[in-house]
């Protein structure tokens, strides 16, 4: 059952069965008011209904897409930043790109509607000097004067701090992007049509497959709402890639793949699990420690 969509449509299941028990009882006390019915609308409507839902779900995958591709835009730009800082020295090193881990951190709250700050404060102790509307925002800019004031001092040559800049541009791009596209897209009206089309044809399916099927329809009804109701669920959580859901983006994974590079450059021992689980990660009241000190 995991990465199921049944936990999720069990009930409505249900009522399908319900519904087509019910249907079959009343066809078999009255079966002159559904006699006429056939199966043969609710066919064509299906039909229909089915290619409708199909756009609908691949357009919504697209979305889930872009966010995914985003995220791995973040990640290779990361690993650039961590190649172009290879020659500096520790300690501006350590805080450029311990900078950066609190960046990703950041943005992974900002898109589940987290608290920020509480957010990079693993990786920041001092993150009530930021501003609470954009903390992460407040972190980049903080980088990028590091490596101007890098340049100003002579520490690194003009053009490498141009490369460093436009590294951090791409950053904020990214951070724009997933913000704009963040959360679920589910109250639309056309969703909201199409969904409520769904819920029609599943009641209407136990009625029009009585007559000609008898008690047969009670298996079959649920069989046949299935595809449509998995359909829908899907598209819900295709719509929130960051959400909770179990088809939706790994993003404690994601961010702790991130930090494991971030880390691994600066020499640190103890790292962030490459898979997360509860209780395998650090959290925030660990400190990871560095290979240069005395814990090894």
């Keep these: 059952m995991r990465g199921s969509i049944i936990p999720r449509i069990w009930g409505q299941l249900l009522l399908m069965l319900i519904l087509s028990i019910v249907a079959a009882i009343f066809t078999q006390h009255r079966p002159d008011l559904l ?3 056939t199966e043969i609308p609710v066919t064509l409507v299906g039909l229909s209904l089915s290619t409708l839902m199909i756009l609908r779900t691949n357009a919504f995958y697209k979305r889930w897409l872009e966010r995914r591709q985003l995220w791995g835009q973040l990640a290779i730009v990361s690993r650039c930043f961590v190649r172009e800082t290879s020659g500096f020295a520790e300690s501006e090193r350590s805080c450029l790109l311990l900078g950066l881990c609190t960046f990703v951190g950041g943005i992974a709250a900002r898109l589940r509607d987290q608290d920020e700050l509480k957010a990079i404060t693993r990786w920041a102790p001092d993150a009530d000097r930021f ?3 954009s903390p992460t925002d407040a972190i980049l800019q903080q980088v990028g004067k590091t490596c101007f004031k890098l340049m100003t001092q002579g520490d690194i ?3 490498h ?3 460093l800049e436009t590294h951090l541009s791409k950053l904020s791009n990214i ?3 997933l913000v704009q596209i963040k959360g679920p897209i589910s109250g639309s009206p056309y969703t909201t049509i199409l969904r409520n089309l769904v819920y029609l044809y599943c009641v209407l399916i136990p009625f029009a ?3 000609p099927l008898g008690w047969w329809t009670v298996v079959l009804t649920p069989i046949i709402s299935y595809p449509f109701l998995r359909l829908d669920a899907l ?6 890639p960051f959400g909770n859901a179990p088809n939706s983006l790994s993003l ?9 590079e971030l880390l691994t450059a600066l020499g640190y021992k103890r790292l962030p699990a490459p898979v997360f689980t509860s209780g395998s990660a650090l959290t925030q009241n660990e400190v990871a420690l560095p290979i240069a000190s005395n814990h090894l």
Aim: charged share 25%; with cysteine.
């Design 157 to 159: 040559h003009p053009v």
């Design 175 to 177: 951070q724009s992007s």
């Design 161 to 163: 701090y141009r490369v």
């Design 235 to 240: 598209r819900g959580e295709l719509g929130d």
């Design 252 to 260: 404690e994974t994601m961010i702790h793949d991130i930090e494991r």
């Design 131 to 133: 501003p609470p509307a």
């Design 35 to 37: 006699g006429t019915l």
């Design 209 to 211: 497959l009585c007559p």
